[in-house]
């Protein structure tokens, strides 16, 4: 099959060399000789004029010409695994919803979001990838993803043409297993002055504001641990590093499941939910259905 000059077939040849670091690994993982491979790149770089791959070390790595070429690859046969997914998911009556989840949004709320999608009546199958703020807009940017779930807005004047839609708000409360808790529960939140707090990295949307409220309420806590993930930030806490804040939307969540115990309310402290999209107007059934839930209903995160 051929495009514009372009054999897929050695196209996909380069692709997997490129991203198994040689041609003996690349011809192992397909099943075919070295040889075949190896002809293969010669004629996919004869039929371009330009070389893309270059040896460095043990390694084949793209030349500058082949990471252009390995970008648009990446492309290619991405929409080439969607179509397939689609197309099996139409026979099974399956919409498909690929979601990017913040690295520092709370994960019980990135559940409750996409909770709501199975009340639909078509079935919904979920593809859900954990990563960084800014790695996850560019994937959303280039169609890898349907929707972005995050605690921040996007930046505005961005280069990026992507849409930031609020979802709710909820105040923060602080836990801590129980030794802390009766620690640090009485005098709240003066009694914070020196206190083992695990908090969110610098990078966090939230951190600047729960800086903002020590500097109100005059105390200078112990920050024993900053973490990027929420989730690891939460398994610190549950096993007693230090006290740690929560949405109170999640308040019985956490008590629950953390075994954890209310120190005090901080009402001053708002977390934001955010979904982003490609599309200023929401299309996908999946994602109408997680902007519904949050207004009304058993899905409900705001306060």
């Known amino acids: 099959m051929k495009t514009s000059g372009l054999n897929f077939r050695h196209l996909y040849f ?11 690994r690349a011809a192992e993982r397909l099943g075919l000789a070295v040889q075949t491979i190896s002809m293969q790149l010669a004629s996919l770089e004869q039929s371009i004029g330009k070389q893309l791959l270059e040896p460095q070390g043990r390694r084949l790595v793209p030349t500058e010409a082949g990471k252009l070429a390995l970008s648009y690859c990446d492309q290619i046969f991405l929409l080439g695994d969607q179509l397939q997914d689609a ?33 639909l009546e078509q079935r919904v199958r979920l593809v859900c990838m954990e990563n960084e703020f800014e790695s996850l807009l560019a994937d959303l940017a280039l169609g890898k993803l ?28 602080l836990y801590g297993v129980h030794k802390l808790a009766r620690k640090y529960r009485r005098n709240f939140p003066a009694s ?18 729960i800086d903002a409220w020590f500097v109100q309420h005059q105390v200078r806590p112990d920050i024993v641990g900053e973490f990027e993930d929420n989730a690891m930030l939460n398994t610190f806490g549950r096993n ?28 001053e402290l708002r977390e934001q939910f955010f979904a982003i ?8 059934p999946a994602i109408e259905a997680i902007l519904s839930a949050v207004h009304s209903g058993p899905f409900a995160i705001a306060e």
């Not at 992507?162 to 979802?167: G, M």
């Not at 914070?192 to 504001?209: E, Q, Y």
Request: net charge neutral; hydrophobic share 45%; charged share 20%.
């Open 192 to 209: 914070l002055h020196g206190a083992p707090l695990l908090l969110p990295t610098r990078n966090n949307a939230l951190r600047g504001r």
């Open 277 to 284: 999209s490609n599309a200023r107007k929401i299309t996908h």
């Open 87 to 119: 197309l099996d998911e139409a026979e099974a009556d399956k919409m498909r919803l690929t979601v990017g989840i913040s690295d520092s949004l709370p994960k019980l709320i990135a559940y409750r979001l996409l909770q709501a999608t199975q009340q």
């Open 240 to 267: 007693g590093l230090g006290l740690f804040f929560a949405p109170s939307a999640l308040a019985q969540d956490i008590e629950e499941q953390f075994g954890a115990v209310l120190v005090g309310d901080a009402p």
């Open 146 to 173: 349907d929707v972005v779930l995050t605690d921040r807005a996007v930046r505005a004047g961005g280069s990026l043409k992507v849409f930031s839609h609020l979802l709710g708000e909820s105040d923060m409360k």
């Open 14 to 24: 380069f692709w997997m060399v490129a991203k198994e670091g040689g041609v003996t």
